[in-house]
């Protein structure tokens, strides 16, 4: 059976994997912000339809990171609030 220091541990360390996924969640929606900002100059005064829907697609995908990074920082909030309740 683990010891509440094992635990704290672990929860310390789930918490650190957390927060690198954040980072580079960030670092993922940067490098998509760009590839937004290619496109979209690339079809300027245009309307080209399958850029016009990758750019769309794009968007989406950064909507859905920034989901996922809140939903990362919720569990980042529960594991530190378990913590410092043992």
């Known amino acids: 059976m683990a010891t509440i220091g094992d635990i704290k541990a672990g929860l310390v360390h789930g918490k650190s994997e957390a927060d690198k996924a954040l980072t580079q969640l960030a670092g993922v929606t940067a490098q998509v912000d760009m590839a937004i900002a290619v496109l979209q100059a690339l079809v300027a005064g245009t309307r080209q339809p399958a850029v016009m829907g990758a750019i769309g ?7 859905n990171f920034t989901e996922g990074a809140g939903l990362i920082q919720a569990a980042i909030a529960q594991t530190e609030k378990y913590n410092a309740a043992l």
């Open 57 to 63: 697609k794009l968007t989406a995908a950064k909507q």
